[in-house]
């Protein structure tokens, strides 16, 4: 009787289990192959060091999750291709990235935006005179 109700409950989770890959496998969001390799460069420069997706990463940077809506295209081919020396970098740049580079970074960016945040990450508080908390 034990080894028949762990059978059944074997095949129920193991036949559940399918069923949630198989609904949950094509994303909502498919993503581009040009924002695929805008997703490689993040990854082979490791942006995430200092930048931020989605609140996760490094506060260096800032948060890129909507810079396509704050930024146009050319000017983050411009940033992307030739950056400026930025704080807290004095004495070094970002990595120079080529215009194809650029190209899919900012194809990265854009299928980025299109993800709904429902707010997050949350903004940070702006303390006022006496407020402690």
Known sequence: ???????????????LFALTVKFSWALDYP???EAVAGKEVWQRYNCVSC????GNGGYVGGDLTHITAERTPDYLIALFSNPPVLPPHQKETHTSLTEKEALA?????EYVNTIPTLGWPPQPRELKGGDVR
């Open 51 to 54: 930048h931020t997706l989605f």
């Open 1 to 15: 009787m034990k080894l028949r109700t762990f059978i059944l409950i074997s095949i129920s989770s193991f036949a």
């Open 31 to 33: 993503m581009s192959e």
């Open 105 to 109: 970074m900012i194809a990265y960016f």
